[in-house]
């Protein structure tokens, strides 16, 4: 028993030693055990991952423009049908690109809001549905297939031809829509 | 990865079967068709001496071209030669999707231009669009819509 409070004070002291002597030292957690930090929360999303939110970002508000002008112009039947395809074409755009995004847990779950914006990729914003015309589809293609093209850089090979078919796609829709 | 050589050389066998395949269909198509298919044949042209520059910039030696190609079926009418058209850019745009997945950037950035070239002239001759164009990803999730019909 006469040994047991020398121990104590022993551990006592290293306890408290050892956080001074890390701080003397110039030494920070992340310094003294290699590898992530459990600490330091979530680390940063990978380029290819914010690439992808942010097509997917603009691919989104491309369906949601083919909707709207769906939707403003049901009586011109033959020109619905056509659109509904090309919208059919985007949401198909859209899984494939949803597809490929593995986000760490925590990160699939944020509001739109919270995606980087999609800069030029997305469509132009504009006025209400009743103005939504011909052109303006054929703008945003036009502006999408751009996007997607100046993406095609940084991204692995796989994403590229991924990226390089939708353009294509885009672009052909501008045919179409007699561009 | 493939390389950029291979690539080219690979885009370059699509433009030169397009070339040949543009002179068949041309023969079977009048007035403002017809024209359209000129325009092809001379984009493909161009599409072509480009894609041999680049190989020779390369150290490498451009393919020739065959004498004669294999058409997929019988071209006698219009019908059939706006097929062949449409056809033969698919096969162009299929072609250029490896030269998007090479290192190089400019190379990756031409690939991409010419599949949207290719795409467009195939919406223009099929009248439809694809969701993929080049490639196959829709095996197993084919929609009904996913081919689009123009409006007339």
């Known amino acids: 028993m006469p040994d047991i409070v020398p121990r104590r004070r022993i551990l006592l002291a290293s306890a408290t030693a050892l956080p001074l002597l890390l701080v003397a030292a110039g030494c920070r957690s992340q310094d003294v055990f290699a590898g992530p930090d459990p600490l330091a929360g979530p680390p940063p999303l990978g380029h290819d991952v914010l690439t992808l939110q942010a097509v997917i970002a603009a691919e989104e508000k491309m369906v949601e423009l083919y909707q709207t002008a769906v939707v403003a112009d049901p009586q011109a039947l033959v020109r619905t049908r056509m659109l509904r395809s090309l919208l059919a074409q985007h949401e198909q755009h859209l899984a494939q690109l949803r597809a490929r995004l593995v986000e760490p847990p925590g990160q699939a779950s944020a509001s739109p809001t919270a995606r980087p914006a999609a800069s030029t990729a997305g469509p132009p914003s504009g006025p209400g549905p009743a103005s939504t015309d011909l052109a303006r589809l054929r703008a945003a293609e036009r502006a999408s297939a751009a996007s997607l093209v100046r993406r095609l850089a940084t991204v692995p090979p796989a994403l590229a031809q991924l990226f390089a078919s939708i353009a294509a796609s885009d672009a052909s829709h501008v045919t179409v829509l007699g561009g | ?152």
Do not use: C, K
């Open chain 2, 1 to 152: 990865m493939t390389t950029s050589v291979a690539a080219l050389q690979a885009a370059l066998a699509a433009e030169d079967a397009a070339i040949f395949g543009y002179g068949v269909a041309g023969a079977h198509l009048t007035g403002s068709s017809q024209a359209a298919a000129m325009r092809g044949w001379t984009g493909h042209h161009e599409a072509r001496d480009a894609l041999a520059a680049m190989i020779s910039r390369l150290g490498a030696t451009p393919t020739a071209a065959q004498a004669s190609y294999q058409l997929p079926f019988p071209v006698h009418d219009a019908a059939s030669a706006r097929a062949l058209a449409a056809r033969l850019e698919d096969g162009v745009t299929r072609a250029y999707l490896g030269l998007v997945a090479v290192r190089d950037q400019q190379l990756r950035h031409f690939g991409a231009m010419a599949m949207q070239g290719a795409a467009q002239r195939a919406a223009f001759w099929r009248g439809s669009t694809e969701a993929f164009p080049g490639l196959n990803l829709l095996a197993r999730s084919v929609s009904p819509l996913g081919r689009t019909r123009a409006a007339p």
